[in-house]
């Protein structure tokens, strides 16, 4: 009945039409398959091994770094009971960072896209600046706060004698620091999501709200914040998932015990302690709890656009 | 050069697959399934498994003779370097006598991200790049029992007499056969003169309330847990068990905690006591040398009152090195007496060269005297080599070790 139905339809088309829409789909799959490959080969494959290697077992009187085949669930109770703590403050300080870098990151974008788009030529120039960070080496950028926050040096010193700082206080190597470093270098990942966003926002929009009596706060509110939803949910996903799993700030900004990030403990456990079936068990959670909070966020916040 | 005569590359798994293709009646089919094996044996190595599990040494062709260079895998600031010129004197007086060039890499930054890093291709068989490796005797001893490294051939290596009597027998690798030291050292405290006058005597000044949050230790596990247990009167050389070890991560942990210890760290340590955010700490006796050298004199070392370490780094040739003749000559030239005085007035570590202190009255006799390079009697009575550690209980030590420093 339903081949009658499809040959029925097929009759109506010339062959001409058929074979192009056949084409047409050979070449999307085409176009696709390298694609495909590379995610394959690069991503489902090492995601796969990583699998495997976390449920490895250590054979009785083994060599360093020895484990074999194995299917011990166990691994992953053993790591989730030694550090929930560090996963958890992994997404707290992700999370912090994440809104800290929305709050300043929104009104950046909005200067630079929307305030300034009648003078191109300072416009391009913070635009620059913002895109600048990205020249010079995250790592470097890291090491440099690390100076800037120094005991010795002019912040610290400043906030002692204001009394910000208690006198044996300091700045480096708290949580403070670490949610600062993450939340500045992240934040062009927050900005320019959002700019982009902004730089098609209908000021007509606004001049309409404006000639219906609302007052600019309701105009953000009603207007300008939805429109640019897409923005920011593009933001907030970029800066949250990379700072959930970054390490570096936390190595260099933090390396105390009240610092430390879940990235952290997987590379100590990885090249340190050598237990590879820990190391791959905490990634695993990580990329886990990381695919079900953005799953969460998507379905509850997600737009049309992105979907 | 007839076809099957060609000479096959040294990489066991690369080989396989050329002989594989160069059989004369060679089908798709049979390069697929070694290409198939090759792309399974990759994926088992990336999983990390055996460690044992070594495989014979595979037959490397020694290929010194037509090659005539040399790569050594070193750690930062350990050997004599040119500022002005930005070469290294003692390999370019190599390079002349032998002839053979020196790729010299600053590669290791820790024994452990070293060993994380190359331990796959080692398992394997495969070069690594490096035909010398600089690497703590701990380590040592780890890629000696699990036969990563070649025998070294010491009739090559006449100078190798010269070795202090002393590190002539150690228990990580028995008979010498496998390693050379390299450099010396110990890990003790320091401070900073100017911010902390009173000065320190033993680990248990480190806890001084004046010195909250400004105290560094290394996370070298054996450096820093050592330190401690000696002052909790344990013999770090003996037949201590996990309640001492237990003990002295305690204290760790309860300084990490309350904030006395503001952070654990490797080499990176000195940007810290440059930048003042530390002005104590367990640190390693070279590089307050070095420091004080370059930032006008602000810190002191000593050896705590219940003891310090004494480590080496050894010299030894990676399993799959072709050009271990190059090495070979290499360790000779740096084991005369005068090159090795040449290096110890540079790096400042003890050095293990028997005739290099009387070399050095004629490099700078000021140095001879200087007991962190020419160590003491009184000093090396003071100072105390970790023991040997089983696979098994280094793993429980290690992981102990890094959760109480929090990673």
Redesign the interface.
């Known amino acids: 009945m339903t081949l009658m139905t499809r040959k029925g339809i097929a009759d109506l088309r010339s062959r001409e039409e058929i074979r192009a829409e056949r084409r047409k789909g050979r070449t999307g799959v085409y176009l696709i398959a390298p694609g495909m490959l590379v995610l394959a080969l690069f991503f489902a494959l090492p995601v796969l091994v990583l699998l495997a290697m976390s449920l490895y077992v250590k054979p009785e009187g083994a060599e360093i770094g020895e484990f074999v085949p194995g299917f011990e669930i166990g691994n992953y109770a053993t790591v989730l009971a030694a550090y929930w703590p560090e996963l958890l403050r992994s997404f707290g300080f992700a999370l912090i960072a994440t809104v800290l870098a929305l709050l300043i990151g929104f009104p950046m974008a909005y200067l630079v896209a929307v305030r300034l788009r009648e003078k191109s030529l300072l416009q391009g120039i913070l635009l620059v600046l913002l895109i600048a960070p990205f020249f010079s080496s995250f790592i470097l950028r890291t090491q440099a706060w690390k100076q800037i926050l120094a005991d010795e040096g002019f912040i610290a010193q400043t906030l002692k004698f204001l009394a910000i700082l208690p006198a044996d206080g300091h700045l480096t190597a708290t949580p403070i620091a670490v949610v600062a470093g993450l939340t500045y270098n992240f934040l062009p990942f927050m900005v320019l999501p959002i700019y982009a966003n902004l730089g098609r926002l209908d000021t007509r929009l606004l001049e309409a709200s404006g000639d219906l009596y609302a007052s600019p706060m309701t105009s953000f509110f009603k207007v300008t914040l939805p429109m640019s939803a897409p923005g920011v949910f593009a933001g907030t996903l970029l800066t949250f998932i990379p700072a959930a799993g970054d390490y570096v700030n936390a190595a260099l900004l933090g390396n105390n015990r009240n610092t430390t990030m879940i990235g952290q403990v997987i590379d100590s456990r990885f090249f340190k302690v050598i237990d590879y079936p820990g190391a791959s068990a905490l990634s695993f959670v990580l990329m886990v709890s990381i695919l079900i909070l953005v799953t969460i966020y998507i379905r509850r916040f997600g737009t049309e656009e992105l979907m | 050069m007839s076809h099957s005569q060609r000479r096959l590359p040294q990489d066991p798994q690369i080989r396989a697959l050329v002989q594989a293709m160069s059989q004369r009646s060679y089908s798709r089919r049979s390069v697929l399934s070694v290409a198939g094996a090759l792309g399974l044996t990759g994926?088992l190595a990336?999983?990390?498994?055996?460690?044992?599990?070594t495989q014979a040494a595979p037959s490397i062709k020694d290929i010194s003779e037509t090659d005539p260079t040399v790569n050594w895998a070193n750690w930062t600031l350990y050997l004599d370097y040119d500022d002005e010129k930005k070469t290294y004197p003692t390999l370019d007086a190599f390079t002349k006598k032998t002839g053979i060039a020196v790729n010299y890499r600053e590669d290791i930054d820790g024994n452990?991200?070293y060993?994380?890093k190359v331990?796959g291709q080692l398992r394997a068989g495969q070069d690594i790049g490096q035909d010398i490796v600089t690497l703590t005797d701990w380590m040592a001893g780890?890629i000696i029992?699990?036969g990563y490294v070649q025998e070294l051939d010491l009739a090559n290596i006449p100078n190798s007499a010269n070795l202090l009597p002393s590190l002539k027998e150690v228990d990580f690798d028995p008979g010498r056969k496998h390693s050379l030291t390299w450099q010396s050292g110990y890990a003790g405290i320091a401070w900073n003169k100017k911010a902390f006058p009173k000065g320190l005597k033993s680990v248990e000044d480190l806890w001084d309330p004046k010195l909250?949050?400004?105290v560094t230790v290394l996370d070298e596990m054996r450096d820093t847990i050592g330190l401690l247990m000696m002052q909790n009167g344990v013999d770090i050389a003996g037949q201590w068990g996990e309640s001492e070890f237990g003990a002295a991560t305690d204290v760790l942990r309860e300084n990490?905690?309350n904030g006395q210890i503001?952070?654990?760290?490797g080499n990176s340590y000195k940007?810290d006591f440059v930048?003042?955010?530390a002005i104590a700490g367990i640190v390693w006796s070279g590089d307050i040398v070095q420091m004080n050298f370059e930032n006008d004199d602000q810190w002191e070392f000593v050896l705590p009152e219940a003891g310090g370490t004494l480590w080496s780094d050894n010299l030894m040739v990676p399993v799959a090195s072709p050009r271990k003749a190059n090495a070979e000559k290499l360790m000779d030239f740096y084991y005369d007496p005068a090159v090795a005085a040449e290096v110890a007035a540079y790096v400042n570590y003890i050095c293990p060269v028997v005739g290099a202190k009387e070399e050095m009255e004629k490099i700078d006799p000021e140095l001879v005297s200087n007991p962190l390079i020419f160590p003491t009697d009184a000093d090396l009575a003071k100072a105390h080599v970790f023991r040997s550690l089983e696979?098994?209980e280094?793993?429980t030590l290690?992981?102990e070790f890094?959760?109480a420093?929090?990673?």
Request: charged letters at 30%; aromatic letters at 2%; proline letters at 0%.
């Open positions: 994926l990336a999983c990390g498994t055996g460690g044992s599990s452990d991200t060993y994380g331990q780890r029992r699990q909250k949050g400004r990490i905690d503001r952070q654990v760290k940007e930048s003042g955010d696979a098994d280094e793993t290690n992981s890094q959760s420093i929090g990673a």
